[in-house]
């Protein structure tokens, strides 16, 4: 599966953003989808995952209720709304895929990645 990350920008502290991810292939319902992103100096770290039909989700402490996954199965679609950013949220954000749930590293498949930043 070939993954496609879009929807950064700058953004005010405070603010929202939504990211989208667009997956080829026939098979998207088969993978399980999260985010993850990487600060400047710093390890890509897991930010959200859903499940393959959308049911089951988790987030990472840093963002739980304040970003949300979702998906759209027909058309090949994950999106991760991030609400009340602040500027620690300032990161590129990469989208990925796998067969297994459970994992918050080691994904199969990544896609380019998108910056975020998140000013002041």
């Known amino acids: 599966v070939q993954l496609q990350a879009s929807g950064g920008g700058l953004v005010q502290a405070g603010g929202s953003r939504r990211l989208s991810c667009a997956a080829s292939?026939?098979?998207?319902?088969?993978?399980?989808m999260g985010w993850f992103r990487q600060a400047p100096g710093k390890e890509r770290e897991f930010v959200a995952t859903i499940s393959w039909n959308g049911r089951s989700t988790s987030y990472a402490g840093s963002v739980k209720g304040r970003f949300t996954i979702s998906r759209d199965n027909a058309k090949n679609t994950v999106a991760l709304q991030m609400n009340s950013l602040k500027p620690e949220d300032t990161a590129v954000y990469y989208c990925a895929a796998d067969r297994n749930w459970g994992l918050r590293s080691d994904y199969s498949y990544w896609g380019q990645g998108t910056q975020v930043t998140v000013s002041s």
């Open positions: 292939g026939r098979t998207f319902s088969s993978y399980v």
